[in-house]
């Protein structure tokens, strides 16, 4: 059988109507909902979700003195240090402090205030709403109103005793969560 040029044009055709069919079929990708979360750290009306990111790293502690309590110790939070990616794996940014602070891999950054926390589960770092201060730098950053953290596994002060005797000692403890950045709508 002899396959004219006709016939593959006509194929070609039909198979580029099947895929666009097939795509024009698939459901959206889905946004953000924040409707499960704690009323607390819910985002206010007239903020959009900007980007969704999964941070990865480490949360770092010191065994040192309790503020305003002599002769006790306590785990202190030192700070975080974690990798930003998207949600197809590739990394976007970094997350690091002290200050907290949520860096694009364009370059723009912004730190933060807090302004509530919710429990997230035993084990876990509590979920966030930080309001952004405004970015430092040019891009994906600028503009950000909010950062939520959600979706926590891990990340609280090591289960190790914390004693006068292991003063000073340094734990890290891994982490992950996700990042929901916000801007005006």
Known sequence: MRITSTRIATAAALGTAALLTACGSMAPMSSFSQASLPATIQVPAGNKVAMETVGKGDINYECRDKKDAPGQTEWFFVGPV????????????????????WESMDGSKVT??????APSGTGNLPFQLVKANPAMGTGSM???????RVALTGGVPPAMACTATNKGQKA?????ADYIFWKAA
């Open 82 to 101: 974690a990798t930003l990616s998207d949600r197809m794996g590739k990394q976007v940014g970094k997350y690091y402090g002290p200050p907290a602070t």
């Open 112 to 117: 933060a205030t807090q302004l509530a926390v």
């Open 142 to 148: 600028t503009g950000v109103t909010y950062i939520q």
């Open 172 to 176: 890290t403890v891994p982490y992950q």
